[in-house]
């Protein structure tokens, strides 16, 4: 639906046809939401690149694991995309078979979030971003290179 001044209007032919069906006078339920912007959701995932390149991992940690798998971690951006989301407060804890805590980073998929959401979660992500990076960068620096993402102005 659009609204217009006299109320709502269908938006494609194919709502039309179903409004129809539906006989004037008679009561209906309906969920009101707005269609998520594309271009903020794209400007979200393009900072998201910009900051996993800007980021510098620290020197790993020795543990007993790393000597016994013989391997050096790497560099990832899912575990980077996730660990951002986790410390905008947007996750869920559970237990670990060992009895620890484990956080899951929430799913930020289109439908689990409204845009007002989406909105808090992308400030949140820049503070995030901001204040895990400063050791290499001004939060200045980073919040200009951030929001200036010129294909998405």
């Known amino acids: 639906m659009t ?4 109320g709502l209007m269908p938006a494609h032919a194919s709502d039309e046809e179903l409004l129809k069906k539906i006989p004037i006078g008679r009561p209906i339920n309906c ?11 794209g400007k979200y995932w393009v900072m998201m ?4 390149e800007l980021w510098v991992p620290p020197e790993p940690k020795a543990s007993k694991l790393l000597s016994i798998l013989g391997q050096e971690p790497e560099k990832n951006f899912d575990r980077f995309r996730d660990d951002v989301t986790i410390l905008t407060g947007h996750y869920n804890a559970a237990f670990r078979l060992n009895g620890d805590t484990r956080l899951e980073a929430k799913s930020i ?6 845009e007002e959401e989406f909105g808090r979660f992308y400030t949140k992500t820049i ?5 895990n990076m400063q050791s290499h ?8 290179a951030l929001e200036t993402i010129e294909a998405f102005e």
């Open 137 to 144: 960068y001004t939060g200045e620096q980073l919040r200009n």
């Open 3 to 6: 609204r217009i001044p006299q």
């Open 31 to 41: 969920k009101i939401t707005q269609p998520r912007n594309i271009k903020f959701w």
């Open 49 to 52: 690149q910009k900051a996993f």
């Open 127 to 131: 503070d995030v971003i901001v204040k």
């Open 109 to 114: 998929a289109w439908k689990s979030m409204s």
